[in-house]
Nanobody, 115 residues
């Protein structure tokens, strides 16, 4: 099992940047896929980005070219660099860890993009 804690959310203006961080309670070296998801009010939770232990990444079309996911296995963290933020990026962002038999989620961190 793994506990996940997100941080770094906040309020930014359109075009601004934020860097989210997910801290895991255990080593993530052996966790194949880590990811970030988000859920806006009235909408379903959706994939933002994933990264494998080998560094392969996958992004939602809506964030390609703007967001970057990275992982630091030594620090047990997974970050999401968000640039050129848009109002439609406003959501609660969740960290996800996919293990062999289960998926684990953090509590979420709020990101608000508004002028």
């Amino acid at each position: 099992q793994v506990q996940l804690v997100e941080s770094g959310g906040g309020l930014v203006q359109p075009g601004g940047s934020l860097r989210l961080s997910c801290a895991a309670s255990r080593s993530i070296f052996s966790i194949y896929t880590m990811g970030w998801y988000r859920q806006a009010p009235g909408k379903q939770r959706e994939l933002v980005a994933t990264i494998t232990s080998g560094g392969s990444t996958n992004y939602a079309d809506s964030v390609k070219g703007r967001f970057g996911i990275s992982r630091d296995n030594a620090k047990n963290t997974v970050d999401l660099q968000m640039n050129s933020l848009k109002p439609e990026d406003t959501a609660v962002y969740y960290c996800n860890a996919r293990l062999t038999f289960n998926a684990y989620w953090g509590q979420g961190t709020q990101v608000s993009v508004s002028s």
